[in-house]
């Protein structure tokens, strides 16, 4: 049997240290509720993302129809009116992340689902979000690119773009899930986060898992932890659109609460107001990046499966994640030492749980539908002569890598 | 109408905030605002239920001087986010700001579908033919013939009519007049906001500083007696024969139609859905 235990890193304290296995095991949403409703569902992922985002309390969603994410939008069209919320098809994915941004900005937890080149569309918009603070929350399932690509196949190219996909320097929050019920659980996340840490947060998706169908159990929906934001308390002459606290987080108004706030993409003062200075400029640049930095710890989330003894070790997220946990537990079957680190937050990277994994383990073999776009995270923290050697599966032909060339990959690296 | 006296239009204005603006002197979109805050002032709209959106350009820089929920959006993207906030609270009046480039080039495709669905937001279109704020280019807005920095031959592209385009995506309420004519576009303007549905105003514009420039138009007074001498009201101008029509500004409302709003067909919808999911269980 393998072992798998969630964790979430530490932050960073003066001496980076590798504590990322003595963490806080955070329970699945999920696990607690499975004695409530023992009834298993037959789920496709993108369903489970549009009842994740239900159960969060998603009340706006605007889209436009593209394949592999349309599920998304088809359900939501169908249960948003029913519980008071709004529905609309735009007349593409720009006008779509513009009108959920809006939303958000009037009070609304919003959503919008889209796949590569939609996905394209709306990074200026993203960088909207992130510059003004705004939660929302977008969906991208991803499939074989770049353009137009192979609509129905998966690939993993979207994970930089996830990260830097928009012009400027700003930080990014993704989550990347590996299964239906871990799609239905992270979604809930991403709104929590986007809500918490009033930002745009991307939930990356796999064709294959957008559209594959499999049981889960859904928790049930009172116990589900549903973070809002903070509502100012002042009055509203005393109100800073963008004041902070220690953690960086700070309290949002919406349109129409009688705060009479304003709101622009231009850099800006705590207030909102556009301004040249350099010193406000730089001001609003750390505090973008710092509300990300100083939160790393409730930000990042890894799997580990079997990574206590492990000589070799697997990392990869996504689909290959479960691919990849297939493997380790062939090899494992097979004798071998081999354990698996599987980040479901993929920005900001795992940096200390990385460090630590490649500190351990002879050789990292990293799977992935791209040219190497997670190894070349890995690159960037192999420190020491002594670090585990990296080693890539890559492809980019529309399929997956199945688990058995992971193995064959793995026993390679095993037996140098 | 009713004089309103400077303080007035000063309670309105975040006045020690964002001042001075950053509008060249002799431009027009000051007289616009000042349409916009008397027609607003006018209807006794509760000020904490109004949202200015804008997209960006000169024009686009007017919410961020007035005391309401403002937003200062992307390019092009003034009716995108401005549908999700009035989708979201349909109950808050929600106007928009926008210019030529923004609403008619970049943001063509958000202006036409919104006026399609007739969802209720007050469109104030500047249009002062040329885009300002990157120095004098030109836009779908700007005459045949005429110069821009990147028409330095003339300008090849024949120009929208703005009010046409709107009448012919569905829009509801459609009137244009220009800024010589204040009083007449703070009528329309607040006529435009009373509407229920899409209401475009295509306020038009002088810009002496870059557009009067490059073409010759004189100073600002000068372009302001243009827009006096040049244009005429659409009682007028029907009684004209075609060829002295062409080449002026028509002035006035060009349609005010009854059809369902957008935000009421989708309550209608969640009503009716939501009904119906009751009779099921």
């Known amino acids: 049997m393998t072992k798998a235990t969630k964790t979430t890193t530490k932050p960073e304290k003066k001496e980076p240290v590798m504590n990322a296995v003595e963490t806080t095991v955070e329970k699945p949403i999920a696990k607690t509720m499975e004695k409530k409703i023992s009834k298993a569902v037959v789920m496709q992922g993108n369903e489970a993302v549009a009842k994740g985002a239900l159960a969060a309390g998603c009340d706006f969603f605007a889209g436009y129809p593209i394949t592999p994410s349309t599920e998304v939008a088809e359900i939501l069209a169908t249960e948003l009116p029913k519980v008071g919320g709004t529905f609309m098809q735009m007349e593409d994915e720009i006008a779509s992340i513009c009108a959920i941004i809006g939303a958000s900005l009037a009070g609304a937890k919003s959503l919008t689902a889209t796949s590569g080149p939609g996905y394209s569309l709306m990074q200026e918009a993203i960088g909207f979000a992130k510059i003004t603070e705004t939660p929302a929350v977008v969906v991208n399932v991803q499939r074989m690119g770049p353009s137009t690509g192979m609509p129905t196949s998966p690939g993993q190219g979207d994970i930089m773009q996830s990260r830097w996909g928009s012009h400027g320097d700003a930080p990014a929050i993704v989550l990347y899930p590996d299964s239906v019920k871990e799609a239905f659980q992270l979604t809930i996340r991403a709104f929590n986060l986007a809500e918490k840490y009033r930002t745009l947060v991307v939930l990356l998706m796999d064709e294959v898992l957008g559209h594959m169908r499999e049981a889960v159990t859904l928790p049930d929906l009172s116990t589900v932890r549903v973070i809002n934001r903070i509502k100012p308390n002042v009055p509203p002459q005393w109100y800073k659109h963008y004041d902070e606290n220690q953690k960086y987080l700070s309290p949002i108004a919406s349109y129409g609460d009688g705060y009479r706030f304003h709101v622009t993409g231009l850099t800006h003062d705590d207030h909102g107001f556009p301004t040249n200075k350099p010193n406000e400029a730089a001001k609003m640049m750390e505090r973008l990046d710092k509300k990300i930095k100083h939160n790393i710890r409730d930000l990042v989330q890894i799997e580990t499966v079997d990574m206590e003894d492990a000589k070799v070790a697997v990392f990869a997220a996504g689909i290959m994640g479960r691919a990849s946990k297939e493997a380790v537990k062939m090899a494992r079957a097979e004798g071998m030492q081999v354990g698996l680190l599987r980040p479901l937050t993929i920005w900001p990277f795992p940096d200390d749980a990385v460090k630590k994994m490649l500190k351990d383990v002879k050789a990292v073999v990293v799977p992935e539908l791209n040219q190497g776009q997670l190894f070349h995270e890995l690159e960037r923290l192999v420190r020491g002569r002594d670090d585990g050697r990296l080693v890539r599966i890559n492809r980019n032909d529309g399929t997956v890598i199945t688990p058995a060339e992971i193995l064959k990959k793995i026993k390679e690296v095993y037996n140098d | ?281």
């Not at chain 2, 040329?130 to 330095?152: C, E, L, V």
């Open chain 2, 1 to 281: 109408m009713t004089k309103i006296p400077q303080r007035k239009i000063h309670d309105y204005l975040r006045h020690d905030k964002k001042f001075p603006h950053v509008w060249c002197s002799g431009c027009s979109n000051g007289i616009v605002l000042g349409a916009v805050i008397r027609a607003i002032d006018e209807l006794k709209l509760d000020r904490n239920n109004i949202v200015m959106v804008s997209g960006i350009g000169c024009s686009s820089r007017m919410p961020v001087y007035v005391d309401f929920d403002t937003l200062h959006s992307l390019h092009g993207r003034a009716i995108a986010f401005a549908t999700g906030i009035k989708m979201y609270k349909p109950g808050m009046k929600v106007i928009v700001i926008t210019g030529d480039g923004d609403a008619t080039a970049i943001g063509g495709n958000h202006f036409i579908h919104a006026a399609r669905r007739n969802l209720d937001l007050t469109v104030i279109l500047l249009n002062n033919s040329i885009y300002g704020m990157t120095g004098g280019q030109y836009s779908p807005a700007t005459p045949h013939g005429a110069r821009a920095t990147t028409t330095p031959y003339g300008n090849i592209d024949p120009d929208f009519d703005i009010c046409k385009l709107a009448i012919g995506a569905g829009a509801t309420h459609v009137a244009r007049t220009t800024a010589f004519h204040a009083l007449e576009l703070q009528k329309q303007i607040k006529e435009g906001i009373e509407h229920v549905g899409f209401s475009l105003i295509e306020a038009i514009c002088a810009c002496p500083v870059i557009f009067g420039k490059l073409n010759k138009k004189g100073d600002a007074p000068s372009m302001m007696r243009n827009m006096r001498d040049n244009s005429i009201t659409i009682a007028a101008a029907e009684k004209l024969p075609k060829e002295q029509v062409e080449g002026k500004i028509i002035r006035g409302t060009f349609i005010k139609e009854d059809r369902t709003e957008y935000t009421q067909a989708y309550a209608e919808l969640r009503a009716k859905v939501v009904a119906e999911d009751g009779n099921d269980d």
